[in-house]
């Protein structure tokens, strides 16, 4: 560990942790309330993310076993 450098550890970042967050390079996938889906699609449009939301429709046996109600919203960007 001591013969690692500033310089690697950004040449590192740059080549590996950065594109993870660059939309030409990665995909994110948000899952969070109706409420607040348009927000979220909203700023991954702004940096840059062809953003695509989908409605999950909680089934009636699925609905049942779970704690919580109603449908959630899913924003997918790519």
Do not use: W
């Not at 967050?21 to 990665?26: E, K, N, V």
């Not at 996938?29 to 939301?53: L, N």
């Amino acid at each position: 560990m001591q013969s690692v450098t500033i310089e690697d550890v950004k040449r590192v970042l740059g080549q590996y942790v950065l594109p993870c967050f660059q939309p030409d390079s990665s995909v994110a996938v948000v899952v969070s309330s109706p409420a607040k889906a348009k927000d979220i699609a909203e700023q991954f449009t702004k940096a840059g993310f062809d953003v695509e939301s989908r409605v999950l429709e909680v089934g009636a046996d699925e609905a049942d076993s779970s704690d919580s109600e109603g449908e959630g919203s899913e924003v997918s960007g790519r």
